[in-house]
């Protein structure tokens, strides 16, 4: 399985952004996919996510109402729709697949197998 992460970039506060990552493999619908992101000397951190297609999805309260998570399983991708952005949403943006996650540890990193190579969001005042 491969994940290839893309849409990042340079945007104001206020801004938008949508980021996409498109998986290779046969078990995209299936599989937990996820979102985390790494600021500046900080850990890596669940943004959203869901357990399968289909599933409910789950935010980080820090994104919830602002950010909107969703898959094409036409197109095995997944995306994330960054809206009000604030400069502390600055980070590396990370998307991750999981066959054997379940719900009560879809905000783990250790629960995911595979990762993408992270796209830079960086988000000026």
């Known amino acids: 399985v491969q994940l290839q992460a893309s849409g990042g970039g340079l945007v104001q506060a206020g801004g938008s952004l949508r980021l996409s990552c498109a998986v290779s493999g046969r078990t995209f619908r299936s599989s937990a996919m996820a979102w985390f992101r790494q600021g500046p000397g900080k850990e890596r951190e669940f943004v959203a996510g869901d357990r399968m297609s289909g599933a409910a999805t789950h935010y980080a309260d820090s994104v919830k109402g602002r950010f909107a998570f969703s898959r094409d399983n036409a197109k095995n991708t997944v995306y994330l729709q960054m809206s009000s952005l604030k400069p502390e949403d600055t980070a590396v943006y990370y998307c991750?697949?999981?066959?054997?996650?379940?719900?009560?540890?879809?905000?783990?990193?250790?629960?995911?197998?595979?990762w993408g190579q992270g796209t830079q969001v960086t988000v000026s005042s």
């Open positions: 991750a697949a999981g066959s054997r996650t379940i719900t009560s540890t879809l905000r783990q990193k250790a629960a995911y197998d595979y």
